[in-house]
Nanobody, 113 residues
Framework: QVQLVESGGGLVQAGGSLRLSCVASGIGFRFATMAWYRQGPGKQRELAAAITGGGSTNYVDSVKGRFTISRENAKNTVYLQMNSLKPEDTAVYYC???????WGQGTQVTVSS
């Protein structure tokens, strides 16, 4: 059974930084494409960033240059480093294994202006 546990969210002022973590279990983590999705208030859930097992990354345009996704296979963990945060980054952030319909509980990120 796939389990995803996110942490690291919180309240931060605009321009600040946060690092999200997601620990995965029940999968062959090192081969999995991992992703961070987010859902802002009144918005649809969107893909923010993804990383393949080989380390290739992609980002939604709105976070390019500010967010960095990375992984640590020895710890079955994927990270999302978020810098220069903006109020529009406010959302619940979810970790996901691409190709599987399994979601974590999410972690709230709130950016105040």
């Amino acid at each position: 059974q796939v389990q995803l546990v996110e942490s690291g969210g919180g309240l931060v002022q605009a321009g600040g930084s946060l690092r999200l973590s997601c620990v995965a279990s029940g999968i062959g983590f090192r081969f999995a494409t991992m992703a961070w999705y987010r859902q802002g208030p009144g918005k649809q859930r969107e893909l923010a960033a993804a990383i393949t097992g080989g380390g290739s990354t992609n980002y939604v345009d709105s976070v390019k240059g500010r967010f960095t996704i990375s992984r640590e296979n020895a710890k079955n963990t994927v990270y999302l480093q978020m810098n220069s945060l903006k109020p529009e980054d406010t959302a619940v952030y979810y970790c996901k294994v691409q190709g599987l319909n399994s979601w974590g509980q999410g972690t709230q990120v709130t950016v105040s202006s």
